[in-house]
Protein backbone atom coordinates (compact mmCIF):
# COMPACT_ATOMS: atom_id res chain seq x y z
CA UNK A 1 0.00 0.00 0.00
CA UNK A 2 2.49 2.70 0.94
CA UNK A 3 4.35 1.77 -2.58
CA UNK A 4 1.60 2.78 -4.85
CA UNK A 5 1.11 6.13 -2.20
CA UNK A 6 4.96 6.60 -2.52
CA UNK A 7 4.50 6.25 -6.83
CA UNK A 8 1.87 8.57 -6.67
CA UNK A 9 3.17 11.15 -4.61
CA UNK A 10 6.35 10.80 -6.85
CA UNK A 11 3.48 10.93 -9.89
CA UNK A 12 2.13 14.34 -8.34
CA UNK A 13 5.66 15.64 -7.73
CA UNK A 14 6.55 15.10 -11.67
CA UNK A 15 3.26 16.77 -12.39
CA UNK A 16 4.45 19.81 -10.27
CA UNK A 17 7.55 20.04 -11.75
CA UNK A 18 6.09 20.16 -15.12
CA UNK A 19 3.54 23.06 -14.40
CA UNK A 20 6.47 24.77 -13.33
CA UNK A 21 8.52 24.25 -16.34
CA UNK A 22 5.68 25.27 -18.22
CA UNK A 23 5.30 27.96 -16.44
CA UNK A 24 8.77 29.50 -16.79
CA UNK A 25 7.29 31.18 -19.72
CA UNK A 26 4.04 32.06 -17.54
CA UNK A 27 3.04 35.08 -20.29
CA UNK A 28 2.99 32.91 -22.51
CA UNK A 29 0.68 30.70 -20.94
CA UNK A 30 -1.37 33.54 -19.43
CA UNK A 31 -1.74 34.81 -23.29
CA UNK A 32 -2.61 31.31 -24.83
CA UNK A 33 -4.99 30.85 -22.18
CA UNK A 34 -6.66 34.28 -22.96
CA UNK A 35 -6.43 33.86 -26.65
CA UNK A 36 -8.78 30.33 -25.94
CA UNK A 37 -11.03 31.56 -24.01
CA UNK A 38 -11.71 34.36 -26.26
CA UNK A 39 -11.74 36.68 -23.36
CA UNK A 40 -14.04 39.79 -23.43
CA UNK A 41 -14.17 41.67 -20.02
CA UNK A 42 -17.28 40.27 -18.78
CA UNK A 43 -17.45 43.53 -15.83
CA UNK A 44 -15.84 46.04 -17.59
CA UNK A 45 -15.41 49.19 -15.98
CA UNK A 46 -15.62 47.15 -12.65
CA UNK A 47 -13.46 48.90 -9.46
CA UNK A 48 -14.65 47.43 -6.11
CA UNK A 49 -14.37 49.61 -3.07
CA UNK A 50 -13.49 47.02 -0.98
CA UNK A 51 -11.58 44.60 -2.95
CA UNK A 52 -8.92 46.98 -5.29
CA UNK A 53 -5.70 46.76 -3.87
CA UNK A 54 -4.69 44.13 -1.35
CA UNK A 55 -6.25 45.20 1.96
CA UNK A 56 -9.29 43.17 1.94
CA UNK A 57 -7.43 39.78 0.85
CA UNK A 58 -6.18 36.93 3.02
CA UNK A 59 -4.47 35.39 -0.04
CA UNK A 60 -3.38 37.21 -3.03
CA UNK A 61 -0.50 37.09 -5.65
CA UNK A 62 0.79 40.86 -4.30
CA UNK A 63 0.84 40.11 -0.77
CA UNK A 64 4.28 39.10 0.46
CA UNK A 65 5.97 37.67 3.92
CA UNK A 66 3.53 36.89 6.52
CA UNK A 67 0.51 39.04 5.26
CA UNK A 68 -0.29 35.91 2.52
CA UNK A 69 -2.19 33.12 4.46
CA UNK A 70 -0.99 31.06 1.55
CA UNK A 71 3.22 31.69 2.20
CA UNK A 72 2.83 29.32 4.65
CA UNK A 73 4.70 25.99 5.53
CA UNK A 74 2.74 23.44 4.29
CA UNK A 75 5.10 20.73 4.41
CA UNK A 76 3.40 16.84 5.46
CA UNK A 77 4.47 13.87 6.73
CA UNK A 78 3.46 10.45 5.50
CA UNK A 79 3.24 7.91 8.31
CA UNK A 80 3.17 4.24 6.61
CA UNK A 81 1.74 1.25 8.43
CA UNK A 82 5.03 0.10 9.55
CA UNK A 83 6.08 3.53 11.05
CA UNK A 84 8.14 4.54 8.36
CA UNK A 85 7.64 8.53 8.38
CA UNK A 86 8.77 10.37 4.93
CA UNK A 87 8.75 13.89 4.55
CA UNK A 88 6.28 15.09 1.61
CA UNK A 89 7.30 18.94 0.67
CA UNK A 90 5.15 21.64 -0.14
CA UNK A 91 6.55 23.43 -3.09
CA UNK A 92 4.46 26.44 -4.57
CA UNK A 93 4.44 26.72 -8.42
CA UNK A 94 6.58 29.30 -9.55
CA UNK A 95 4.64 31.57 -11.88
CA UNK A 96 1.24 29.69 -12.14
CA UNK A 97 -0.36 30.17 -15.19
CA UNK A 98 -4.04 29.17 -13.66
CA UNK A 99 -5.70 31.06 -10.87
CA UNK A 100 -7.52 29.34 -8.02
CA UNK A 101 -10.27 31.50 -5.98
CA UNK A 102 -11.33 30.11 -2.57
CA UNK A 103 -14.02 31.12 0.01
CA UNK A 104 -13.82 29.95 3.81
CA UNK A 105 -16.49 28.23 5.68
CA UNK A 106 -18.22 29.29 8.61
CA UNK A 107 -15.37 30.15 11.25
CA UNK A 108 -15.85 33.76 12.55
CA UNK A 109 -16.67 33.94 16.13
CA UNK A 110 -17.43 37.79 16.09
CA UNK A 111 -21.08 38.21 17.37
CA UNK A 112 -23.20 39.78 15.11
CA UNK A 113 -25.02 38.25 12.68
CA UNK A 114 -22.18 39.12 9.78
CA UNK A 115 -18.89 39.21 10.73
CA UNK A 116 -16.60 42.38 10.14
CA UNK A 117 -13.38 43.04 7.51
CA UNK A 118 -10.78 41.91 10.14
CA UNK A 119 -9.62 38.96 9.65
CA UNK A 120 -9.00 36.83 12.76
CA UNK A 121 -6.89 33.89 13.70
CA UNK A 122 -9.98 31.45 12.51
CA UNK A 123 -10.41 33.44 9.54
CA UNK A 124 -6.26 33.13 8.67
CA UNK A 125 -5.71 29.39 10.18
CA UNK A 126 -8.65 27.89 8.13
CA UNK A 127 -7.95 29.40 4.78
CA UNK A 128 -3.99 27.84 5.50
CA UNK A 129 -5.33 24.98 6.63
CA UNK A 130 -8.00 24.46 3.31
CA UNK A 131 -6.77 26.79 0.65
CA UNK A 132 -2.38 26.80 1.20
CA UNK A 133 -1.93 23.76 -0.68
CA UNK A 134 -3.46 24.74 -3.61
CA UNK A 135 -0.26 26.87 -4.28
CA UNK A 136 1.14 24.02 -5.90
CA UNK A 137 -1.27 24.73 -8.62
CA UNK A 138 -2.21 28.03 -9.01
CA UNK A 139 -1.93 31.98 -8.01
CA UNK A 140 -4.27 32.06 -5.22
CA UNK A 141 -6.98 34.88 -4.18
CA UNK A 142 -9.02 34.32 -1.09
CA UNK A 143 -10.94 37.37 -0.35
CA UNK A 144 -11.62 38.68 3.13
CA UNK A 145 -15.64 38.58 3.65
CA UNK A 146 -18.63 39.72 5.96
CA UNK A 147 -20.12 35.89 6.41
CA UNK A 148 -23.12 34.24 8.63
CA UNK A 149 -20.94 33.77 11.57
CA UNK A 150 -20.45 30.96 14.05
CA UNK A 151 -22.75 32.86 16.52
CA UNK A 152 -25.94 33.42 14.45
CA UNK A 153 -25.34 29.44 13.47
CA UNK A 154 -25.14 28.83 17.13
CA UNK A 155 -27.97 31.10 17.68
CA UNK A 156 -30.32 30.20 14.68
CA UNK A 157 -30.00 26.21 15.77
CA UNK A 158 -30.58 26.87 19.64
CA UNK A 159 -33.67 29.45 18.93
CA UNK A 160 -34.68 26.72 16.11
CA UNK A 161 -35.54 24.31 18.60
CA UNK A 162 -37.61 26.67 20.20
CA UNK A 163 -39.96 27.41 17.36
CA UNK A 164 -37.66 28.39 14.10
CA UNK A 165 -36.15 31.53 14.61
CA UNK A 166 -33.59 33.04 12.69
CA UNK A 167 -31.55 35.69 14.15
CA UNK A 168 -29.68 36.70 11.12
CA UNK A 169 -31.95 36.60 8.09
CA UNK A 170 -30.17 38.61 5.62
CA UNK A 171 -26.88 37.87 6.54
CA UNK A 172 -26.32 35.14 3.48
CA UNK A 173 -27.46 38.30 1.25
CA UNK A 174 -24.48 40.16 3.06
CA UNK A 175 -21.86 37.72 2.46
CA UNK A 176 -22.60 36.76 -0.82
CA UNK A 177 -22.72 40.71 -1.83
CA UNK A 178 -19.07 40.21 -0.52
CA UNK A 179 -17.94 37.08 -2.52
CA UNK A 180 -19.49 38.83 -5.96
CA UNK A 181 -17.61 41.37 -5.27
CA UNK A 182 -14.49 39.78 -4.59
CA UNK A 183 -15.12 38.19 -7.78
CA UNK A 184 -15.93 40.71 -10.42
CA UNK A 185 -13.01 42.78 -8.97
CA UNK A 186 -10.41 39.39 -9.60
CA UNK A 187 -12.16 39.21 -13.00
CA UNK A 188 -11.81 42.65 -14.26
CA UNK A 189 -8.67 43.49 -13.15
CA UNK A 190 -6.55 40.50 -11.71
CA UNK A 191 -7.12 37.72 -13.94
CA UNK A 192 -6.08 38.35 -17.27
CA UNK A 193 -8.34 35.96 -19.16
CA UNK A 194 -6.55 32.70 -16.92
CA UNK A 195 -8.37 29.85 -16.36
CA UNK A 196 -9.56 29.88 -12.86
CA UNK A 197 -10.45 26.65 -10.09
CA UNK A 198 -12.85 27.80 -7.51
CA UNK A 199 -12.12 26.03 -3.99
CA UNK A 200 -14.37 26.32 -0.87
CA UNK A 201 -16.14 24.60 1.85
CA UNK A 202 -19.53 24.63 3.58
CA UNK A 203 -20.59 28.21 3.61
CA UNK A 204 -17.98 29.46 1.13
CA UNK A 205 -19.27 26.04 -0.97
CA UNK A 206 -22.89 27.17 -0.92
CA UNK A 207 -21.85 30.86 -2.30
CA UNK A 208 -19.81 29.55 -4.64
CA UNK A 209 -22.63 27.22 -6.29
CA UNK A 210 -24.71 30.26 -6.37
CA UNK A 211 -21.74 32.44 -8.23
CA UNK A 212 -21.25 29.47 -10.97
CA UNK A 213 -25.43 29.32 -11.17
CA UNK A 214 -25.72 33.10 -11.64
CA UNK A 215 -22.54 34.66 -13.02
CA UNK A 216 -20.28 31.95 -14.14
CA UNK A 217 -23.10 29.59 -16.33
CA UNK A 218 -24.91 32.61 -17.29
CA UNK A 219 -21.44 33.74 -18.61
CA UNK A 220 -19.86 31.72 -22.08
CA UNK A 221 -16.64 33.68 -21.29
CA UNK A 222 -16.45 33.40 -17.72
CA UNK A 223 -17.82 28.99 -18.37
CA UNK A 224 -15.09 28.61 -20.77
CA UNK A 225 -12.70 29.95 -18.26
CA UNK A 226 -13.77 27.63 -15.21
CA UNK A 227 -11.35 24.91 -15.06
CA UNK A 228 -12.77 23.13 -11.86
CA UNK A 229 -15.56 23.73 -8.73
CA UNK A 230 -13.80 21.82 -5.86
CA UNK A 231 -16.70 23.08 -3.13
CA UNK A 232 -16.97 20.00 -0.64
CA UNK A 233 -19.71 20.25 2.19
CA UNK A 234 -22.80 21.67 0.73
CA UNK A 235 -25.28 19.99 -1.38
CA UNK A 236 -25.11 20.42 -5.19
CA UNK A 237 -28.28 19.02 -7.05
CA UNK A 238 -28.41 16.74 -9.42
CA UNK A 239 -31.62 14.79 -11.12
CA UNK A 240 -31.76 11.46 -9.48
CA UNK A 241 -28.97 9.24 -11.22
CA UNK A 242 -27.81 11.67 -13.32
CA UNK A 243 -24.48 14.13 -13.46
CA UNK A 244 -25.85 17.69 -14.41
CA UNK A 245 -28.98 19.61 -13.99
CA UNK A 246 -31.43 21.08 -11.41
CA UNK A 247 -28.12 22.91 -9.27
CA UNK A 248 -26.33 23.85 -12.45
CA UNK A 249 -27.39 23.59 -16.15
CA UNK A 250 -23.99 22.98 -17.56
CA UNK A 251 -21.66 22.68 -15.04
CA UNK A 252 -21.36 19.08 -14.45
CA UNK A 253 -19.75 16.27 -11.83
CA UNK A 254 -16.43 15.64 -12.61
CA UNK A 255 -15.95 11.72 -13.64
CA UNK A 256 -12.84 11.85 -15.03
CA UNK A 257 -9.29 13.47 -13.52
CA UNK A 258 -8.68 15.37 -17.15
CA UNK A 259 -12.25 16.40 -17.31
CA UNK A 260 -12.76 20.28 -17.05
CA UNK A 261 -15.62 22.54 -16.76
CA UNK A 262 -16.99 20.55 -13.81
CA UNK A 263 -17.56 20.49 -10.35
CA UNK A 264 -16.02 18.14 -7.34
CA UNK A 265 -19.04 18.10 -4.15
CA UNK A 266 -19.71 15.94 -1.29
CA UNK A 267 -20.39 15.76 1.98
CA UNK A 268 -18.53 13.50 4.35
CA UNK A 269 -20.08 10.85 7.01
CA UNK A 270 -18.11 7.73 9.29
CA UNK A 271 -19.46 4.65 7.78
CA UNK A 272 -22.32 3.36 9.67
CA UNK A 273 -22.95 6.06 11.47
CA UNK A 274 -26.65 6.05 12.98
CA UNK A 275 -27.29 9.75 12.44
CA UNK A 276 -27.44 9.26 8.49
CA UNK A 277 -30.58 8.16 9.57
CA UNK A 278 -31.95 12.05 9.67
CA UNK A 279 -28.56 13.82 8.50
CA UNK A 280 -27.91 17.25 8.22
CA UNK A 281 -26.29 17.16 4.50
CA UNK A 282 -26.64 15.35 1.80
CA UNK A 283 -30.45 15.32 1.37
CA UNK A 284 -32.97 16.78 -1.19
CA UNK A 285 -35.93 18.42 -1.06
CA UNK A 286 -36.82 18.49 -4.18
CA UNK A 287 -38.71 15.78 -5.63
CA UNK A 288 -36.47 13.86 -8.47
CA UNK A 289 -33.39 14.94 -7.41
CA UNK A 290 -30.60 14.15 -5.02
CA UNK A 291 -27.44 15.69 -3.68
CA UNK A 292 -23.83 15.05 -5.79
CA UNK A 293 -21.33 12.76 -4.73
CA UNK A 294 -18.47 13.16 -6.20
CA UNK A 295 -15.37 11.39 -4.52
CA UNK A 296 -11.92 12.98 -5.38
CA UNK A 297 -10.06 9.59 -5.21
CA UNK A 298 -12.48 7.93 -7.55
CA UNK A 299 -14.47 10.35 -9.81
CA UNK A 300 -15.90 7.59 -11.69
CA UNK A 301 -17.15 5.71 -8.54
CA UNK A 302 -16.11 2.70 -6.31
CA UNK A 303 -14.49 2.22 -2.87
CA UNK A 304 -10.69 3.96 -3.53
CA UNK A 305 -7.84 5.14 -0.46
CA UNK A 306 -8.20 8.47 0.34
CA UNK A 307 -5.08 11.27 0.70
CA UNK A 308 -5.76 13.34 4.29
CA UNK A 309 -3.53 15.91 4.83
CA UNK A 310 -4.42 16.53 8.74
CA UNK A 311 -3.21 19.39 10.97
CA UNK A 312 -0.62 18.35 13.43
CA UNK A 313 -2.81 21.30 15.78
CA UNK A 314 -6.10 22.40 14.39
CA UNK A 315 -7.47 25.83 14.18
CA UNK A 316 -8.60 26.79 18.08
CA UNK A 317 -12.24 26.91 16.55
CA UNK A 318 -11.61 23.87 15.48
CA UNK A 319 -10.20 22.49 18.21
CA UNK A 320 -13.56 23.61 20.36
CA UNK A 321 -15.79 21.95 17.60
CA UNK A 322 -14.27 18.60 17.27
CA UNK A 323 -15.24 16.03 19.38
CA UNK A 324 -11.80 14.51 20.65
CA UNK A 325 -10.88 10.93 19.07
CA UNK A 326 -7.21 9.14 19.28
CA UNK A 327 -3.73 10.22 20.69
CA UNK A 328 -4.33 13.71 18.71
CA UNK A 329 -2.03 12.38 16.13
CA UNK A 330 -1.30 9.34 13.47
CA UNK A 331 0.35 7.31 16.02
CA UNK A 332 -0.83 5.25 18.31
CA UNK A 333 1.99 6.19 21.27
CA UNK A 334 1.17 10.15 21.84
CA UNK A 335 4.96 10.51 23.00
CA UNK A 336 5.53 9.31 19.11
CA UNK A 337 3.45 12.00 18.17
CA UNK A 338 5.55 14.86 19.26
CA UNK A 339 8.58 13.84 17.01
CA UNK A 340 6.15 14.39 13.89
CA UNK A 341 8.30 17.42 12.50
CA UNK A 342 5.99 19.27 10.05
CA UNK A 343 2.69 21.00 10.51
CA UNK A 344 0.59 18.59 9.09
CA UNK A 345 0.71 14.33 8.54
CA UNK A 346 -0.56 12.06 5.92
CA UNK A 347 -1.96 8.04 6.97
CA UNK A 348 -1.53 6.62 3.30
CA UNK A 349 -3.91 3.38 2.85
CA UNK A 350 -5.85 4.08 6.40
CA UNK A 351 -9.35 5.57 4.73
CA UNK A 352 -11.23 4.74 2.52
CA UNK A 353 -13.91 6.65 0.97
CA UNK A 354 -16.74 5.67 -1.26
CA UNK A 355 -19.87 7.46 -2.69
CA UNK A 356 -23.04 5.69 -1.15
CA UNK A 357 -26.96 6.65 -1.29
CA UNK A 358 -28.66 5.46 1.88
CA UNK A 359 -32.45 4.08 2.06
CA UNK A 360 -33.46 7.81 2.70
CA UNK A 361 -32.02 9.28 -0.37
CA UNK A 362 -28.75 10.54 1.48
CA UNK A 363 -25.85 10.95 -0.80
CA UNK A 364 -22.86 11.40 0.72
CA UNK A 365 -19.05 10.25 0.44
CA UNK A 366 -18.37 7.37 3.16
CA UNK A 367 -14.96 7.17 4.79
CA UNK A 368 -13.80 4.23 6.32
CA UNK A 369 -10.76 4.06 9.39
CA UNK A 370 -9.05 0.64 8.80
CA UNK A 371 -8.10 -0.10 12.15
CA UNK A 372 -5.32 -2.60 12.75
CA UNK A 373 -4.24 -3.23 16.50
CA UNK A 374 -0.84 -4.61 14.50
CA UNK A 375 -0.36 -1.03 13.05
CA UNK A 376 1.58 1.46 15.21
CA UNK A 377 -0.73 4.29 14.00
CA UNK A 378 -3.55 5.58 15.80
CA UNK A 379 -6.93 3.31 15.16
CA UNK A 380 -9.12 6.65 15.43
CA UNK A 381 -9.30 10.51 14.66
CA UNK A 382 -11.44 13.74 14.95
CA UNK A 383 -13.99 14.32 12.76
CA UNK A 384 -17.02 14.58 14.49
CA UNK A 385 -19.15 18.11 15.42
CA UNK A 386 -19.42 18.30 19.33
CA UNK A 387 -22.05 21.13 19.45
CA UNK A 388 -24.53 19.50 17.40
CA UNK A 389 -26.22 16.15 15.95
CA UNK A 390 -26.37 14.48 12.24
CA UNK A 391 -23.29 16.21 11.16
CA UNK A 392 -20.39 13.96 9.98
CA UNK A 393 -17.49 14.93 9.37
CA UNK A 394 -18.44 17.94 7.95
CA UNK A 395 -15.44 20.12 10.05
CA UNK A 396 -12.98 17.78 7.95
CA UNK A 397 -14.25 17.39 4.31
CA UNK A 398 -11.52 18.99 2.80
CA UNK A 399 -8.72 17.33 5.13
CA UNK A 400 -9.88 13.74 4.54
CA UNK A 401 -9.26 14.37 0.88
CA UNK A 402 -7.01 17.32 0.31
CA UNK A 403 -4.27 15.65 -1.41
CA UNK A 404 -6.75 13.78 -3.74
CA UNK A 405 -8.28 17.42 -4.49
CA UNK A 406 -4.79 19.10 -5.29
CA UNK A 407 -3.85 16.33 -7.49
CA UNK A 408 -6.79 16.82 -9.38
CA UNK A 409 -6.76 20.34 -9.38
CA UNK A 410 -3.10 19.96 -11.59
CA UNK A 411 -4.38 17.35 -13.43
CA UNK A 412 -7.56 19.43 -14.82
CA UNK A 413 -5.18 22.80 -14.65
CA UNK A 414 -2.68 20.97 -17.35
CA UNK A 415 -5.94 19.60 -19.22
CA UNK A 416 -7.10 23.29 -19.81
CA UNK A 417 -3.75 24.31 -20.66
CA UNK A 418 -3.53 21.89 -23.21
CA UNK A 419 -7.23 22.51 -24.68
CA UNK A 420 -6.42 26.32 -24.60
CA UNK A 421 -2.93 25.42 -26.92
Not at 83 to 104: G, K, M, N, W
Request: hydrophobic share 35%; glycine share 10%.
Amino acid sequence: MIHRFLISVATTSILLSACGGDSSNGSTNTRVGASAANVTNPFPGYQSTLYTGTSNWLCHPDLFGNSNVCNGNFDSTVVAADATAIPLTYTPATEPPVDCFYVYPTTSIDLAGNSDLNDDLQEQQTTALQFGRYGEVCRQFAPVYRQRTLTALGLTTFTGALGGIDIAPNAGEVAYADVLDAFKEYIANQSEGRGFILVGHSQGSGILRRLIAEEIETRPELLRRLIAAHIPGTNVLVPTGQNVGASFQQVPACRSANQIGCVVAYVTYRAGDPQLEDPRFGLSAEEGTQALCTNPAALAGGQADLFPIIPRQQPPVFRVLLIPRGPGGPYVNPISNLTIPTPYYSIPGQVKGECKVGPNGVSYLEASIVADPDDPRADDYPGEFIGGTNWGFHLIDVSIAQGDLVRLAQRQANAWLNAAR
